[in-house]
């Protein structure tokens, strides 16, 4: 068994923030791991914190808005080097204008149909996050 597969997983939300089709993307600082990647915005779950209420307070952190939490999608166990993570994902909608969004935490944002997600540098444990994503949101 890996080393890393010990480990207990870190719970971590992300949001797929809907928005007239399209989904939103933020770009990882370069100097963060995994640099240059594309994610789901969201972040870490703080002890005692319930998944849904750690992503509104992420996504106000990292994006300066709020949102409007839709259903929970399945949970995906991805061990990266350093540390396992339980990504948490939700399905979301912005709680404000577009104009309203300032990434704190990331060097770009983008909005991609869904069918475009997967043609984006994603970061490793947002690659399972989209297929389940695809499959639950088929036209």
């Known amino acids: 068994m890996a080393e890393n597969s010990k480990r207990t ?32 915005p969201g972040g870490k779950v703080e ?12 996504i106000q952190e990292e994006l300066g808005c709020t949102i409007t939490l839709g259903h929970e999608l399945p949970h995906n166990i991805h061990a990266y080097e350093q540390t ?5 994902p939700f399905v979301a909608r912005l709680g404000a ?8 935490e990331h060097i770009a ?5 869904p069918d475009e997600l997967l043609a984006y ?3 490793p444990a947002d690659i399972p996050v989209v297929a389940v994503y695809l ?5």
Do not use: N
């Open 47 to 58: 002890t005692g914190e319930q998944p849904g209420a750690a992503l509104i307070r992420e």
């Open 109 to 113: 944002l983008a909005w991609a149909r």
């Open 9 to 40: 997983p870190v719970p971590v939300v992300c949001a797929l923030i809907e928005h007239k089709g399209r989904v939103l993307l933020a770009q990882r600082p370069h100097h963060k791991h995994p640099g240059g990647k594309w994610e789901f």
């Open 84 to 88: 396992t993570i339980e990504m948490i």
């Open 97 to 104: 204008e577009i104009a309203a969004l300032r990434p704190t």
């Open 121 to 123: 540098d994603l970061a």
């Open 135 to 139: 499959d639950t949101h088929a036209s």
